[in-house]
């Protein structure tokens, strides 16, 4: 297939995911997996070596709490920020460094973790209270001066953009992928081809979907459908629990300027995830699983100049 032909896919594929989301050469490491995926678990000294899971938590006995808001920072230096509030009106919560992250978050009092993406520095954090139309004014605010453990942290741990626990669906399902795999690499593969062959593009749900919506991983895995962000948060919540830092990213693809949603990953080994899509170690490697499972080549999504990051979750 030549270039010319694989970008008419691309813009086709595309224009089929207009609504995608609105926010809403080390030889020797080179490794077909599907060629030679084990069915049996590896004894535990052949396996994946799996980090010690990374819970995200809200501490509310080390919380600062005013006017009804609660943000805890007792975990800034393992990447999140943790907030809960109660109102009677819409809320909003801004992280401020040099970007500024607005989300949305509930007024009955559930818990909400977010990343601090920035890395290290000084972090401002607000509760905003809806007064009017689109203004809010701040109900609480706090700041923190944030040195992060390693720079991974903020992407190895659940968030509301790639919700999960321990005893998550995604997550078994992921961990039955490391113990059928020797390295980081044959774990990402196994979790690539799954969301291929089983997720599908879901266009009415995408025609219909409203601003602020967040994805449930294991909904996603049950349904076996979403749309791109569905994708991004599934993807990432599998890879997270099994130790690999992965990025929910939002931006633009051309040649249309879709706002869209896809991954980043990161691992220290260079091979193959698939026969196409080469992974290079030490750096962090772009993985679309919207346009892979829906019939995109991966080569031309690989390139990357077609992509233009806006926000990382």
Known sequence: MNRAVKFLIMIFLLF????????????ENEV?????ETVEPLAPEERY?????????????????KNGAYIDLSSVSKGYVAVKAESDARLKFQVITDVTYNYNISSEGEVSIFPL???DGEYHFRVMENISDNRYAVLFETSANVTLEDEFQPYLRSSDYAYYTKDSECVKLASSFSETSRTANEVISKVYDYVCDHITYDKPKAENIKSGY???????????KGICFDYASLTAAMLRSQGIPTKVIFGYVSPN??????????????GWVTVEFKVSGNEWTRMDLTFSANGSDQRF???????AQVYEY
């Open 16 to 27: 089929s995911f207009t609504a995608c989301g609105n926010e809403a050469d080390a030889k």
């Open 32 to 36: 077909d997996i599907k060629e030679n």
């Open 49 to 65: 070596e799996v980090p010690e899971f990374n819970e995200s938590i809200f501490n509310e006995a080390e919380a600062e709490y």
């Open 117 to 119: 993406q920035s890395g």
């Open 214 to 224: 967040l994805p449930l991983p294991d909904e996603t895995l049950a349904t076996g």
């Open 257 to 270: 300027d879709l706002y869209h949603a896809w991954n980043m990953f990161y691992t220290e080994e260079s």
């Open 301 to 307: 999504i690989g390139d990357g100049s077609n992509y």
